[in-house]
């Protein structure tokens, strides 16, 4: 059985050690909105009126420390901007709080910047070219490529 065509990824609940560090970095530094806190252990943000697209919680992790590396778990979560502005706007708010990137690509498809939240966990910003632009191999398939950003232009688009 397939998974319907309509099927997407609603939202990411993540473990983090300090739920008002975590606020501050997902609403301070990338500007979702706060749709409802549960005291100092839950909160939900969102983008755009949505009940929640990100879910943060000290339930089993208040305190704690980020995974140890060469263990599984989340690799990354992933926010696509609508437009090449506003991703270019959202690595002007990094710079302007002082987060820095890990990585920084154009995938042909997409272009990502690559960072870690202060709980360790990996974030991912991009936006999608129109799919007209992606690059395709000899068969039509996609070919993705990793080739460097240019993150000056990016900055110009914001």
Same mark, same amino acid.
């Given at each position: 059985?397939?998974?319907?065509?309509?099927?997407?990824?609603?939202?990411?609940?993540?473990?983090?050690?300090?739920?008002?560090?975590?606020?501050?970095?997902?609403?301070?530094?990338?500007?979702?909105?706060?749709?409802?806190?549960? !005291?100092?252990?839950? /909160?939900?943000?969102?983008? +755009?009126? %949505? =009940?929640?697209? *990100?879910?943060?919680? @000290?339930?089993?992790?208040?305190? !704690?420390?980020?995974? /140890?590396?060469?263990?599984? +778990?989340? %690799? =990354?979560?992933? *926010?696509?901007?609508? @437009?090449?502005?506003?991703?270019?706007?959202?690595?002007? /708010?990094?710079?302007?709080? +002082?987060?820095?990137?890990?990585?920084?690509?154009?995938?042909?498809?997409?272009?990502?910047?690559?960072?870690?939240?202060?709980?360790?966990?990996?974030?991912?910003?991009?936006?999608?070219?129109?799919?007209?632009?992606?690059?395709?191999?000899?068969?039509?398939?996609?070919?993705?490529?990793?080739?460097?950003?240019?993150?000056?232009?990016?900055?110009?688009?914001?």
């Amino acid at each position: 059985m397939a998974i319907a065509s309509g099927a997407r990824i609603g939202h990411v609940h993540l473990k983090v050690a300090d739920l008002d560090r975590a606020l501050e970095f997902y609403s301070g530094v990338l500007g979702f909105d706060l749709t409802q806190r549960m !005291g100092n252990s839950a /909160a939900f943000l969102s983008a +755009g009126g %949505y =009940h929640h697209h *990100i879910g943060l919680n @000290t339930w089993e992790s208040e305190g !704690g420390g980020p995974p /140890a590396p060469g263990t599984t +778990g989340l %690799y =990354h979560l992933a *926010i696509l901007y609508p @437009t090449r502005a506003e991703l270019g706007a959202a690595l002007k /708010a990094l710079r302007k709080h +002082g987060v820095e990137l890990d990585g920084a690509a154009d995938h042909g498809v997409s272009e990502a910047l690559y960072l870690h939240d202060p709980d360790g966990n990996g974030v991912e910003l991009y936006w999608d070219r129109p799919e007209a632009e992606w690059p395709r191999d000899a068969e039509g398939g996609i070919a993705m490529v990793t080739r460097p950003m240019d993150l000056a232009g990016l900055l110009g688009a914001g």
